[in-house]
């Protein structure tokens, strides 16, 4: 069981930066993929970025690619999502999952966070 919490979710200019984070409970963190993914208000949710166990990995949307970096810190039993360049487009929910595989896939993540608000102002 993983039981997991994002924060650093806020309001931004469009442009700027904001770095979340999702801690993570239990001793297993290090062995599974994580992943990043979002929802807006009316749309479904979707694929942000995932990294592997190792974090030798990483996996982006191309809505994101060159915008977005993940990372994680197995010590610490957190990952992050470092955003940049951001966009209105990028507001949504954040949430965060833990999952087997280093796939897009929602139904391949098991544990997933409450979410965090990203607001992007224009």
């Keep these: 069981q993983v039981q997991l919490v994002e924060s650093g979710g806020g309001l931004v200019q469009a442009g700027g930066s904001l770095r979340l984070s999702c801690a993570a409970s239990g001793r ?5 993929v994580m ?3 979002r929802q ?8 942000v970025t995932a990294i592997s166990w ?6 982006y949307a191309d809505s994101v690619k060159g915008r977005f970096t993940i990372s994680r810190d197995n010590a610490k039993n957190t990952v ?13 929910f954040y949430y965060c999952a833990a999952g087997g595989r280093l796939v897009r896939e929602t139904r391949n993540y098991s544990y997933w ?3 965090t608000q990203v607001t992007v102002s224009s």
């Design 28 to 32: 297993t963190f290090s062995s599974y």
């Design 80 to 92: 992050f999502l470092q955003m940049a360049s951001l966009k209105p487009e990028d507001t949504a």
């Design 113 to 115: 966070g409450q979410g």
């Design 40 to 47: 807006a208000p009316g749309k479904e949710r979707e694929f």
């Design 54 to 59: 190792s974090g030798g990995s990483t996996l």
């Design 35 to 37: 992943g990043w993914f």
